[in-house]
């Protein structure tokens, strides 16, 4: 997985500020996805992956990228936050966990946390 260097939500948004080396020909796959496979702790929280697919074609170029995830509504309906799943060959398998602010604060998330403080590869 590409390093990811800022990660926030923005209303409805999950975005995801990434480097990557540029494909040749092929699109790679950036996802947010929920692993049906295993059976999520109840802790309140919404528990997602994220997933990068280099489909096998890379360049020797690297590039910054942003891709935002359409949370929809069901994030606001019950949940204290996110936790998002990471697996990185730096920094091995991580989670960064992500509290909702109260309707009246703004939704976007201070990114100087201890997960951001330095680039999570």
Do not use: C
Not at 12 to 24: C, G, K, S
Not at 78 to 91: D, F, P, T, W
Not at 97 to 116: A, G, H, P, V
Request: proline share 3%.
């Amino acid at each position: 997985m590409p390093p990811i260097t800022d990660m926030w939500l923005g209303s409805n948004y999950l975005n995801v500020e990434f480097r990557m080396l540029r494909p040749f020909a092929n699109k790679h796959r950036v996802s947010l996805v929920r692993n049906t496979t295993v059976e999520a702790p109840d802790d309140g929280y919404i528990h997602l992956e994220y997933r990068y697919n280099n489909q096998n074609d890379v360049s020797s170029y690297w590039d910054y990228n942003l891709v935002s995830f359409n949370l929809g509504n069901e994030y606001k309906e019950g949940y204290k936050g996110l936790k998002v799943r990471i697996n990185s060959a730096v920094n091995g398998e991580r989670v960064l966990t992500y509290d909702f602010l109260e309707d009246d604060q703004s939704k976007t998330i201070n990114t100087k946390n201890e997960y951001m403080g330095e680039e999570i590869r």
